[in-house]
């Protein structure tokens, strides 16, 4: 068994999410991970998490979340000395990615441009809010900012309730998602052509990527996107419904599966109805027949319509908490989670996930807990050639 990224090694110069996440998805895959970190703190998400104790410790549950697998080193960029390791690691890499604002690194003396003359190969990944170039480029970029500049925001939720913020940092987690995907595409061109390249990866983009639709309503049938809450707008019957206990997600999308789902719940005649018949009539009256069909959902819970309708061809799922979702059997079944039994700085069993996608020859997977910080120093300083007499210098002037 071999993983796909297996001999692969990558330096993660990256904090918080977006980049973190990359860097995670590329250790996923059998990519060797040596996560540079600040002496001083280290990654920020160290200290972020809803455990207050994790977050003193400097092992916040937003960095257990997506570091699993890497080796940590301590290394103060600003120093001439600390410039010095980081070429040598560079020499020794096949990646390095970074989520400075544009700029930094070049301030710092560690460009793209310096650091491939030490190593032409190099596939050097810069991830940052708005790309390395255009009149937003040194703006500073959040999750949040993203969200509302792309337009995220102003689709999310009912006409009533929106621009909503999404639930969890999509912006960011997009990026990332982006970041890998591309540097995995550059090792393969570099496969074919032996050489490096720079990536340029911007979240606002990768935001307006995902929304591929929305956006070619807009730019396409000159339609401009609208909230609309939980209804699918292409369809009716298409959205969340209320039941006995809750709500569940239908799609009966076409029309034999309009006709299959009224006809289980006793409404044929709904089939038969002017208003609701023809597909573009069911989106003009999409409020009257979600009326007519919550009148009988209401009569039994969301898990008895979700086996009942799936069963008839109807695609249908309740709308669950995180915690009821990571128990689906579905999820266990696909191995999506991974607990370590121990990990130094947090009590007890460690459990984090996976990737989304399975790979013959080699599920994506992570064989170490997340490190603690500088864990691994001392054993990459000497993997490039430094003495331990050198180490301790370095300790001592905090180069590391």
């Excluded at 918080?16 to 995670?24: F, S």
């Excluded at 990332?176 to 606002?204: K, P």
């Amino acid at each position: 068994m071999s993983s796909a990224l297996n001999g692969i090694r990558v330096l993660d110069l990256t904090n918080v999410l977006a980049g973190p996440l990359c860097a995670y998805q590329l250790a996923l895959l059998g990519a060797e991970v040596i996560k540079i970190e600040v002496p001083d703190g280290g990654d920020l998400a160290r200290q972020l998490g809803a455990d207050a104790a994790l977050n003193a410790r400097h092992m916040g549950a937003s960095f257990l979340a997506q570091n699993a697998g890497k080796k940590s080193v301590t290394l103060n960029l600003k120093s001439p000395r600390g410039k010095e390791v980081l070429h040598r690691l560079v020499a020794s890499a096949d990646v390095l990615v970074e989520n400075f604002r544009p700029g930094v690194m070049a301030r710092l003396g560690v460009s793209y441009d310096e650091l491939k003359q030490t190593n032409p190969k190099l596939v050097y990944c810069a991830i940052s809010g708005f790309g390395q170039e255009g009149p937003m480029r040194a703006a500073p970029a959040y999750d949040q900012i993203i969200q509302g500049l792309s337009g995220i925001m102003s689709i999310t939720g009912t006409p009533e309730a929106a621009p909503l913020r999404v639930g969890y940092p999509v912006a960011d987690t997009l990026a990332g998602m982006m970041a890998a995907f591309a540097i995995s595409s550059a090792l393969v061109r570099r496969n074919a052509t032996g050489e490096g390249g720079f990536i340029d990866v911007s979240m606002l983009d990768s935001a307006l990527t995902a929304m591929g639709w929305v956006v070619s309503n807009y730019l396409i049938a000159g339609v401009e996107p609208q909230a609309h809450g939980n209804d699918n707008i292409t369809a009716a019957p298409s959205g969340a419904f209320r039941t006995r206990d809750g709500l569940i997600n239908i799609a009966a999308n076409k029309q034999e599966q309009f006709v299959a789902l009224v006809a289980m719940l006793g409404r044929e005649d709904l089939s038969l109805d002017e208003r609701f018949a023809q597909r573009e009539n069911r989106k003009r009256n999409r409020a009257a027949l979600t009326a007519e069909l919550e009148s009988e959902l209401a009569k039994n819970d969301s898990a008895h319509w979700e086996a009942a309708l799936n069963r008839i061809g109807v695609p249908a799922g309740s709308v669950l908490s995180v915690p009821q979702a990571l128990a689906l059997p579905q999820v266990q079944q696909r191995e999506f989670l991974k607990t370590f039994d121990a990990v130094d700085g947090v009590d007890g069993p460690l459990t984090v996930s996976r990737t989304g996608f399975k790979l013959s020859g080699g599920d994506p997977d992570v064989h170490t807990p997340p490190p603690q910080l500088g864990q691994h120093t001392e054993e990459f300083l000497r993997s490039v050639g430094y003495s331990a007499g050198e180490i301790a210098d370095f300790r001592a002037d905090g180069t590391v």
